[in-house]
């Protein structure tokens, strides 16, 4: 066997976890496999696993050249893609983190058109408020609201995202609806946090052409979207939240916009990913996708 295709095999060890799994992936025997990684660790002079009757994990070794091949792999299949675009077939493993709202309202709707060009291929959510350490949590890449902080990263701009301020119709009978950023000092907030203890409670507007943090009193603090939009609809303080996320509830009148003239100012959305000497054309081909749903979807 070749040594590309002993790196395929051993990839595909590495993302499924098991040599059985490994070889339905690839419809092969799986004697074919064993065999594989047993002539690759020959030829290499070192054991890359360690197997037990009921895992495999690999060993330093095996981590280290793990990269190393993916690099060798994913610069062929990029080579391969620069001639045939679209149609290069993408297969194995991809792990993504991004917001647990943009996952379940934008991205993982329009997936199984995706998975039907691609059915080798396999799609591995980490969908969550919290921000996501790309390297640490294993994931090929990562989507973040917001100017990214990560100089060990690239980062690629995808779009800006439109925020605006609401409340639900309880709230405003109870507080008013306020007319400038001056009324807001009676207001109270829900404050957002992506992880504890929770910064300063603050709204952000544009005011004038600039942003401006007005500093407010709320009960209330959360750490994921589902539960800030809930205790918005609860009453209990105004939100700022991406457009996308409450247009529904806008159009019923669940929650109303206020201060449509000091509106927050767009936040980035952006891609990114390690920064590795070739990228994953699994990534490179998500990537485009994912750009193409953003711009249909209208966000």
């Not at 610069?75 to 996952?103: H, K, N, W, Y």
């Not at 591995?124 to 902080?149: H, I, K, W, Y």
């Not at 609809?233 to 529904?248: C, H, M, W």
Request: hydrophobic content about 45%.
């Amino acid at each position: 066997m070749d040594r590309f295709r002993q790196m395929q095999l051993f990839i595909a060890v590495m993302e499924t976890g098991s040599f059985t799994r490994a070889a339905e992936a690839l419809s092969i025997p799986r004697s074919t496999v064993s065999t594989s990684i047993q002539a690759l660790e020959d030829r290499l002079q070192c054991q890359l696993l360690h197997r037990t009757t009921r895992k495999i994990v690999p060993t330093s070794d095996g981590i280290a050249f793990l990269q190393a091949a993916r690099d060798i792999v994913d610069a062929v299949t990029g080579a391969e893609q620069m001639f045939t675009g679209d149609q290069v077939q993408i297969s194995g493993r991809l792990r993504v983190g991004m917001p647990s709202r943009i996952a379940r309202k934008i991205v993982i709707p329009a997936l199984p058109a995706f998975l039907a060009r691609h059915p080798e291929l396999s799609v591995e959510f980490s969908a969550s408020d919290q921000l996501t350490d790309l390297v640490a949590g294993g994931m090929d890449c990562v989507l973040r609201v917001g100017v990214p902080n990560t100089p060990e990263l690239i980062a690629r701009k995808l779009q800006d995202i439109p925020f605006v301020t609401c409340a639900s119709p309880a709230y405003l009978g109870r507080y008013g609806r306020p007319a400038d950023l001056r009324d807001l000092s009676s207001h109270v907030l829900v404050n957002y946090t992506p992880q504890f203890p929770a910064t300063e409670s603050v709204l952000t507007f544009c005011d004038n052409g600039k942003p401006r943090d007005i500093p407010m009193q709320g009960s209330v603090t959360v750490d994921g979207a589902e539960a800030y939009l809930a205790a918005a609809l609860a009453g209990l303080g105004l939100i700022q939240v991406p457009l996308f996320d409450v247009r529904d509830l806008l159009e019923t009148g669940a929650l109303i916009e206020i201060l449509p003239d000091f509106a927050p100012p767009p936040e980035p959305l952006s891609f990114l990913y390690a920064r590795r000497r070739n990228l994953s054309a699994r990534v490179r081909v998500f990537q485009k996708w994912l750009e193409g749903v953003l711009r249909e979807g209208g966000v």
